[in-house]
């Protein structure tokens, strides 16, 4: 498997549960100070044995208390393991849970109705839950034979669907600043030895390349890939490669997606740099906001909701930085949606802020990337129906920085 568009049929893959035990490991979740709902829990799981990927959680009396899934080690998850994921549907603060997990095998033959499913076409994919489009993967070849077939094709992205699967909610080729599409990460400023390129707009030689897929899964707690994408600069020579890994999680109420990127310079140190309007990680909703809701585009921050149509950005305001979290409501196809973006700490400071009354919400960095020290980011997306409260989204980012305690017997 060489390139992307090699593997995309050969990826698929998920379904119910077979029903022999292997093994089974016992261990205690507890809340902590915070309540917790409809939280993904994740347990490194060590055993070179292991070979399963599935398991049935159960509680202390032996019943079912929710379906695992076995993965591959996460690009921010210590290496040499694997995980085992579920959702915790509630726990309230202070108490704990003794729990089991019997692990199975997965039967390949059928999906269940309800499982993550990965589906390739040439330059698509897309993870489905069910019959439910969640994510769409878009991964052109560059095409230079004009100007708007090279901005078409000059980065890969993530398209992302309304909670119930009826309509793409981000934008995608086109429209106001064609650049911005969907989830997509890049900087204005990126500078390797006397070279100094624009990854963000992808200017002159400077464009993103999906090149292998290395991991792709699926089951019925999560769908997650890792592609390769070349950060292509001066001579379209790389200077970097990026594995970006990108999945949405069971949880119910909305679509909870995790960003991971991990950026290795292929030989001098990379320093990004940029402004938070042109820099970093960013979602940005459908063309639609741009063209007729702008007006209605409400940021949900943590000292509060602001007007309709207003936004605050850094510099004007400088304390707009560092945020555990900053929440976008916009409208499209007639409803109101609320996308949540959640940073955490382990991620480069000081992060500047970006709000776009025409859809668009995100931050950037200053920081240098080498060969020794590769760039780590991870960032989680929060989709739901409606407008969230400030004290919401605060609980989906308690759930992803201060998450529950588990620990082995």
Not at 98 to 106: D, H, P, R, W
Not at 242 to 254: D, I, N, S, T, Y
Not at 325 to 343: C, E, I, N, P
Request: proline share 6%; charged share 25%; hydrophobic share 35%.
């Amino acid at each position: 498997m060489t390139h992307l568009s090699r593997a995309l049929f050969c990826v698929l893959l998920c379904a119910s549960f077979a029903p022999a035990a292997t093994q089974t490991l016992s261990f205690t979740v507890s809340a902590g100070k915070y309540d917790r709902k409809d939280e993904v829990v994740r347990l490194p799981v060590r055993s070179k044995e292991l070979s399963v990927d599935g398991a049935r959680i159960l509680d202390a009396k032996g019943k079912l208390f929710a379906i695992g899934q076995v993965a591959r080690a996460g690009l921010a998850s210590p290496a040499g393991v694997r995980e085992l994921f579920f959702v915790l549907p509630e726990l309230k603060a202070g108490v704990s849970l003794e729990l089991t997990a019997e692990f199975v095998s997965y039967s390949r033959e059928k999906p269940g109705p309800d499982d993550f499913t990965w589906l390739g076409s040439k330059h698509w994919l897309t993870l489905s839950r069910g019959k439910r489009p969640v994510l769409r993967f878009n991964h052109p070849t560059l095409d230079e034979s004009s100007p708007e077939a090279r901005a078409a094709t000059f980065k890969p992205f993530h398209e992302v669907y309304s909670p119930d699967g009826k309509q793409l909610v981000t934008k995608g080729v086109g429209g106001e600043f064609t650049h911005h599409r969907g989830l997509f990460y890049g900087f204005m400023n990126a500078s390797y030895g006397k070279n100094k390129v624009d990854i963000w707009h992808c200017k002159g030689d400077t464009h993103q390349a999906a090149g292998e897929l290395t991991i792709s899964e699926a089951g019925p707690v999560m769908g997650r890939h890792r592609v390769r994408i070349d950060w292509n600069g001066v001579k379209k020579e790389t200077f970097a490669e990026e594995l970006r890994e990108v999945g949405a999680f069971a949880v119910p109420g909305g679509t909870l997606i995790e960003f991971v990127s991990k950026l290795t310079p292929t030989n001098l140190p990379v320093k990004l740099d940029g402004d938070p309007q042109h820099a970093g990680f960013h979602f940005r909703a459908s063309d639609e906001v741009a063209s007729r809701t702008k007006d209605q585009t409400i940021f949900i921050r943590p000292d509060g909701a602001g007007k309709p149509g207003t936004e605050v950005n850094w510099p004007g305001n400088e304390k707009h930085v560092d945020l555990p979290w900053l929440g976008m409501s916009f409208v499209v196809g007639g409803k109101r949606f609320t996308a949540a973006y959640l940073d955490r700490p382990t991620n480069p400071k000081e992060a500047r802020f970006s709000e776009r009354t025409y859809g668009r919400i995100g931050s950037y960095f200053v920081t240098t990337a080498t060969k020794e020290k590769p760039l780590v980011v991870v960032y989680r997306v929060w989709l739901q129906e409606g407008q969230m409260k400030p004290e919401e989204i605060a609980a989906k980012s308690r759930a992803f920085v201060e998450p529950v305690t588990v620990k082995l017997k």
